[in-house]
Every structure is written in C-alpha cells, then in structure tokens.
C-alpha cells in the first residue's frame, strides 16, 4: 500500500528555519499544528520548539537538543546531530511559511484519506446504513473543512489583525527612526531612499545614519535617529571603497560596537532580488540584523526600468518590511539633461528606474550637486509628514560628516536677527525671490511655527490691517535658545 501524503523535505526545511529565531517560530506556529508532522521525531522538535519560545529562549539546535535529552527524547529525534543537521538544511528561512503550507496541505490530504478509508470501511460492514455512513461523511468534510480555514489561521487569515490593532500598533503612532513627528526623514516599516549622482555624499549620508543607529552619535543634520540593534550592510559595488569612507568616521573605542552591531555583505548577492523576493528578509534573518543597507540599488535588481521587475522588488522590500527590518536605499538619478536647468528643483522623475521603485519608498531624499563638492543641497521628494529643506548641507570630506549650514537654517537666521522675521521674510530668504510664492509662504510659516512649538521661537502675533496698512506676525529666537546658544 503506497505511504499517506506527506513531504519530509518541508518538514525538515520548516524546522530548521524555526531554529534561527522567534520571529520565525511566530509565522510558521500561525499555519501549522503539531499533529500535521508526519513524522513522529519532527512532532517532538516542533513541540520542543514552542516549549523553548513559550519561555522566550534560544531555539538553535543546541537549546533544542539540551531540552530534548532532559525530557527523555533526543534518541527518539535521532540523536544529538539531527538538530543540527535540521538547522543547516532549510534552503530559505524568509521561505519558512511556504514550507509551512505545504506539510500543512499533506497533512490535510492525510485526514481526507483516513476519512475514505473509514468510510469504505463502514459501506463494507454487516447492516450498514447508507443514510448514517452519508450524514457521517459530510460530518467529517464539513469539519474539515472548517479546520482548513480556522486551524493555524491559514494562509487566508496568517497576517490579519483586527482594525483597532491595525489604527493603534501597525505604526500609525510610531516615533520615526530617523528626524521628528513633525519633519520624519526615515519612517519606521518604510524604506527610505536616497538619491543623487555618484560622488554627491549619498554613501556619507547613509553612514552617518547607520552609526547614529548604532549608537556612536544620536543625530544627523540635527535631526534625531532612533538607535538600532544591528546593521546589515550590503556593499554590492565597489566595497573596499564603501570601507575607506566608513573609515573616516571610525575611533577604536567603536571596536566592540561596530564587531556586535554591523555586518557588512561584500560583493554581490547570491541573486538579484526581484528574481527572489524572500532573499532581503533571509539575509536579515540569517544576521538577526533590524536593518539593511542597500548600497546600490542598481547592483541588487537586474535592471531598474522593467515594472514588473520594479515590482517584484518591492515585494522583496515589502516581505523585509513585514518582518520588521528597517530599509535604506541607496540610488542614482537619472543623467541630465543638455537643456535642463541646473538650479531646477528635482522631482520623483529624476529617479531613475520605474515608478514603482520610488511608490514603494516611504521616504525620497535627492542630494543634488556636483561630485566632490563640499556643499550640496538636499531636497525632500516624497515626505511622510512635513517636508524637510531644501537644506544646503556642508560635507567634512576628511572626517565624514555633512552639517546644515548654519547660514541656511531657520534658527540661526532668528538668532541673528534680533527683530525677528515675519513669514514673508523668511520665505524671500530660502527661495531667493523678493516676492515669493503661496508655497514658498506657506512653507515659511510652518517652519517657523513648528520653531515655536519646539520652544526655539516666540511669536509675536501682528494687527489687523486698517487705513495704514496692518503689521505681518513678528518671529524672534526665545530667550531661553539665545541664552543656551550663547
């Protein structure tokens, strides 16, 4: 007689991916039971795996196998070496819950078998009745049917979460990773993107926020980072280049931090991600990295200007995401062109690639300049919240560092004007035109209101207007900004 349906090859790849960490334990235990494992010894590993997680403790092969020879059964699994070769056999941890859903669809034609074994079984015996055995067969489907549906969740239900838990946990109140409520440069479970040609400080940026997120620092262009665990940095081109520029920023009291909270990929990928989607999520799981670095974006996909391709990146970014890695993306614009005008303020259309690389972003820094220059400005494309800049940003080439420039910053200006700014002012000053824009204006007042809330400006509301003509609301720096600048 021909074995029950089963799959050991998913068994023993969806136990061993289980082994690299919670967050996996957490996905596949949505899915499957532990009566689905076919085999008897991989029943023992998996309910020893939600023992080890139930306690919130290592589930590697090491902590699995002390578990199991405390209980009596580790010769049952086979032996102290099984677990270890389980740990090394899963091709995919990103591709645990596809595994998953195959023992789980054997095990499912394993209960419809026994279902029509039991049911020829009963038609054979002395007396039967066809109306008893009928109604006990669409017992039996009908609960297996809702079983299919309801045990383990199921692909159906495996990411759904009720609309309060959705409104109030799924970020919609998270602080952002990098910048404030107010000017969120890098929002938590979206990607952030930074765009320029090749030389304008792209890499430099992008360093100076991985080490924020490690801690060595708290800020970068005077906008707070939210600190990490560990950093996943894959130096796709050019990576001995990526090191001497890292380099500048590095002391050796930073030895121990950057040795346990960055790891640094060389070189590139086993494959591009939009031909494997579920490889960004098993690098990071595989690192136990809270984010990724992709420097570039062009050295991880096969090509930029397919849509399709574009999309299937951004099913690869989007899967990371859900596992609750952060995402930085290093890109290039698209090359000038002849007649363009070089002081013309980007937009999403100089990115270049498809759309859909930059739909997918949460966040679209463009760093514009010349290569090597010191001074560079950065636009805000795409914003979460308020847009930041445009910021003229100075860059420490020997140290690798970029500031604000002091001249071009909203609270320096106020703090060297002692009768302050009216919003108009203020925009004529950042876009350089005497009578500026509703845009310009508007940009201007809620720059300078957002200064008051944070308690580096005061306002000084205006008068109405009458036959000479009304006062404009006057902004000055507060005396208690004056006072700790000075």
């Not at 404030?180 to 304008?200: D, F, H, K, N, Y």
Request: charged share 25%; with cysteine; glycine share 10%.
């Amino acid at each position: 007689m021909a074995q029950p349906p089963h799959d050991t090859d998913a068994e023993q790849a969806v136990l061993g991916a289980c082994m690299h960490g919670h967050s996996v334990i957490d996905e596949v235990r949505q899915i499957l039971d532990a009566s689905d494992f076919y085999r008897p010894a991989h029943e023992t590993i998996w309910r020893a795996l939600l023992t080890l997680r139930g306690e919130d403790k290592p589930t590697d092969p090491i902590a699995v196998n002390d578990l199991l020879t405390g209980q009596g059964d580790i010769n049952r699994v086979g032996g102290l070496v099984y677990a270890h070769q389980l740990y090394g056999y899963t091709p995919s941890v990103g591709s645990a819950a596809h595994y998953a859903e195959i023992v789980r669809n054997k095990a499912s034609l394993r209960r419809l078998r026994e279902h029509g074994i039991r049911t020829v079984q009963r038609a054979m015996e002395p007396g039967a009745d066809p109306d008893e055995i009928r109604s006990g067969v669409e017992s039996d489907i009908r609960a297996e049917r809702e079983r299919a549906l309801a045990s383990g969740q199921g692909r159906l239900s495996r990411f759904i979460i009720d609309g309060w838990r959705f409104v109030t946990e799924t970020g919609a109140d998270t602080e952002p990773l990098w910048g404030t409520r107010e000017q969120t440069a890098w929002s938590s479970g979206e990607s952030l993107m930074i765009v320029g040609a090749p030389g304008v400080g792209k890499t430099t940026l992008a360093h100076q926020v991985v080490f924020a997120r490690l801690g060595i620092g708290d800020s970068v262009l005077d906008m707070p980072v939210a600190p990490g665990k560990r950093v996943l940095y894959l130096a796709l081109d050019r990576y001995k280049q990526i090191a001497r520029a890292m380099a500048r920023r590095v002391q050796p009291e930073h030895e121990q931090r950057l040795r346990d909270g960055l790891v640094v990929w060389q070189g590139p990928l086993p494959a591009t991600l939009d031909k494997e989607p579920d490889l960004l999520a098993d690098l990071a799981a595989a690192h136990q990295a809270d984010t990724i670095v992709i420097d570039s974006l062009k050295d991880a996909m096969s090509t930029l200007v397919d849509d399709a391709l574009a999309n299937a990146y951004n099913n690869a970014r989007q899967r990371a995401i859900r596992n609750e890695v952060e995402i930085i993306e290093l890109h290039h614009q698209r090359k000038a062109t002849e007649n363009a005008p070089r002081a013309q303020k980007p937009t999403l259309d100089r990115v270049y690639g498809s759309t859909w690389l930059t739909s997918g972003a949460g966040s679209v820094l463009f760093v514009s300049g010349e290569a090597g220059d010191l001074a560079v400005t950065l636009h805000h494309l795409k914003n979460p919240t308020g847009e930041i800049g445009p910021l003229k940003l100075i860059h420490n080439h020997e140290r690798g560092i970029t500031t604000v420039d002091p001249e071009c910053d909203p609270a320096q200006i106020l703090r060297q004007r002692p009768d302050g700014l009216t919003v108009r002012e203020l925009a004529a000053l950042q876009s350089g035109e005497t009578s500026p824009d509703r845009a310009a204006t508007e940009k201007a007042r809620r720059i300078l209101d957002r200064l008051v809330k944070t308690g580096l400006a005061v306002k000084a509301e205006g008068a109405a207007g009458g036959t000479g003509g009304g006062q404009q609301a006057r902004y000055r720096a507060s005396v208690r900004h004056i006072g700790a600048v000075s």
